[in-house]
């Protein structure tokens, strides 16, 4: 078994509040999940609202398998 893991830190452009903000990320995570099929959280800075930080992990039975879903995203 493989576990696949990326972060990857956001810094978002006009806005002005977190309500803006999980506007923004919100799709971004569910697309990620929807296309790739992995598995996709905001992990941090959650307080600030023009920065966030997004994790994505895989599990798969190959390492070539993890290095795809990896590399696509």
């Given amino acids: 078994m493989v ?3 990326l972060v990857v830190d956001v810094l978002l452009g006009d806005v002005h509040s977190l309500k803006e903000k999980r506007a923004v990320v919100r799709p971004i995570v569910a697309e990620l999940r ?36 990896s590399s696509s995203v």
């Fill in 3 to 5: 576990v696949g893991t």
């Fill in 34 to 69: 929807r296309r790739f099929e992995v598995a996709v959280a905001e992990t941090g800075d959650t307080e600030l609202h023009r920065r966030t930080e997004i994790g994505v992990a895989v599990v798969s039975s190959t390492h070539r398998h993890a290095l795809r879903c």
